[in-house]
């Protein structure tokens, strides 16, 4: 199968994909600090870079997004029709980078949230996403995942 787009059209959309400040992390963002949270962003010094850091509790969050990290069950995960192999292997070493420091920040004392970007899908998960990230934060969980519930 051939891709619907030519090559120079494929690799100017990819190239505009973020890996920060996305549209998903911006929303958790706004959705933390109207609860009262201060963070920090892209704590270089942190195992993966976490997203949002808020260094007074010892919590990293990620926000992912369903197909670059390979949410398990979305069905906003499809894997290409070209390329597969390469998208294979891109995406399987994205998850073990993954595993690998969100266990490294557990090891260093953090806790760890994940946020995936399916979450934000809908019109009403807003208050909902609030709830669950606020519930999370105030826990003692050491790790967690919120996803939508279009999932699985």
């Known amino acids: 199968m ?5 090559s120079a059209d494929r690799s100017r959309m990819m190239s505009g994909i973020r890996s920060r ?4 992390e911006m929303w958790v963002r706004r959705l933390l600090h109207a609860s009262g949270y201060r963070f920090r962003l892209h ?4 195992p993966g870079t976490p997203d949002i850091v808020m260094p007074g509790r010892k919590i990293a969050i990620f926000v992912h997004g369903c197909f670059w ?5 979305c069905r906003f995960v499809k894997m290409p029709a070209t390329r597969t192999d390469f998208w294979k ?4 070493a994205n998850v073990e980078r993954d595993r690998r420091s969100m266990e490294e920040l557990r090891e260093l004392g953090w806790r760890v ?3 995936w970007e399916c979450t934000l899908r809908g ?7 609030q709830d669950g990230l606020r519930h999370w934060i105030e826990s003692d969980s050491q790790r ?9």
């Open 2 to 6: 051939t891709d619907i787009v030519s």
């Open 21 to 24: 400040n996305s549209l998903p």
């Open 43 to 46: 704590r270089r010094d942190l």
């Open 69 to 73: 990290h390979s949410h398990h069950g």
């Open 89 to 92: 292997t891109k995406l399987a």
């Open 113 to 115: 949230l994940c946020v």
């Open 123 to 129: 019109a009403e998960t807003a208050a909902g996403l």
């Open 144 to 152: 967690g995942e919120i996803s939508g519930t279009m999932c699985g």
